[in-house]
């Protein structure tokens, strides 16, 4: 998790500094794993069932994506 936080603290600084880094993750794919997360844990609470992974609900246009 420090590497992922770095990386994502060193693309904002470049951004910030207007040189283009890329994209490291989208906002859809930052709800996406919060949704994996969210199933982990109603899977722990189950007892390790399974359980499905739930879409996220908000639209995510491509300018925000």
Known sequence: IVLSLRRQLEAFAALVREEDRGVL????????????????RRSAKLGGAEVTVGRPRAPF?????
Do not use: K, L, N, Q
């Open 61 to 65: 246009p491509e300018s925000v994506a």
């Open 25 to 40: 993750a989208s906002a859809e794919d930052g709800a996406v794993a919060m949704a994996v997360v969210a199933a982990a």
